[in-house]
């Protein structure tokens, strides 16, 4: 890595507490440098532990730069806004509390970008449902006429591509701050307006079906 970025992980959470013992071990787990690198948990106002979680994670490990933040407006665009207005870094990347990362998903995507990529992502390994419905909702988007066309859930692609849309994607700071509605004067703003992320084959996550 020639040029130095500090990273600045997000998560938007309400009622995610079933998740949130995974998504701290995967951030754990990450073999990225950890004086680059922040934590911003974004709690939407949750009614079960979600809130108690995060800060006990933030007793534990006082070595990680932990911040817990509120978003009163609850929905997920306006959590963005929120992390928005606290992120110190100059890539930023909001992960679901439900969805699970290898351990080399941080620095993947920072080596992305650092290759002169603004927006950078990849592919849907698995779909792993947790209970009964679930499970058929997973099928479903297992099957090609089910699952949307979106380049990030097919994974027989095996080159690096220009795409319009990525889950999970890690953006340059500037991409999101030149389109956000930091003030969260609007409920749902857009935060991106632009195409041509990058989509790294060897970049991927783990999704649950709620």
């Known amino acids: ?34 004086d680059q690198l922040e934590f ?5 106002l949750s009614d079960d532990d979600s809130l108690a979680l995060a800060k006990e994670f933030k007793t534990a490990h006082k070595d ?6 509120t978003n009163p407006n ?11 207005q606290h992120a110190k870094g100059n890539i930023l990347l909001r992960l679901d509390a439900h969805a699970r990362i290898p351990p080399d998903f941080i620095r993947l995507n920072t080596e992305n970008i650092l290759k002169g990529h603004f927006i950078t992502g990849g592919t849907l390994a698995t779909t792993l449902p947790q209970e009964t419905w679930p499970r058929f909702v997973g099928l479903a988007n297992s099957c090609k006429f089910g699952a949307s066309s979106a380049p990030f859930r ?14 999970y ?8 701050t030149r389109w956000a509605d930091t003030t969260n004067s609007c409920p749902a703003p857009k935060i991106l307006k632009c195409t041509g992320a990058c989509a790294k ?4 996550f783990t999704a649950y079906q709620q």
């Open 154 to 167: 097919k994974t027989g692609n095996n080159a690096e591509r220009e795409v319009k849309t990525l889950a």
């Open 1 to 34: 890595m020639t040029e130095k970025l500090y990273f600045t992980f997000v998560i938007v959470a309400r009622n995610a507490g079933k998740h949130l013992p995974n998504a701290f071990a995967d951030f754990l787990a990450q073999d990225f440098p950890r």
């Open 40 to 44: 911003l948990f974004v709690d939407s």
């Open 64 to 69: 990680i730069n932990f911040t817990i933040l």
């Open 201 to 204: 084959p060897d970049i991927n």
């Open 169 to 176: 994607a890690a953006y340059r700071r500037e991409i999101l």
């Open 74 to 84: 609850r929905i997920l665009a306006s959590g963005w806004n929120v992390a928005l």
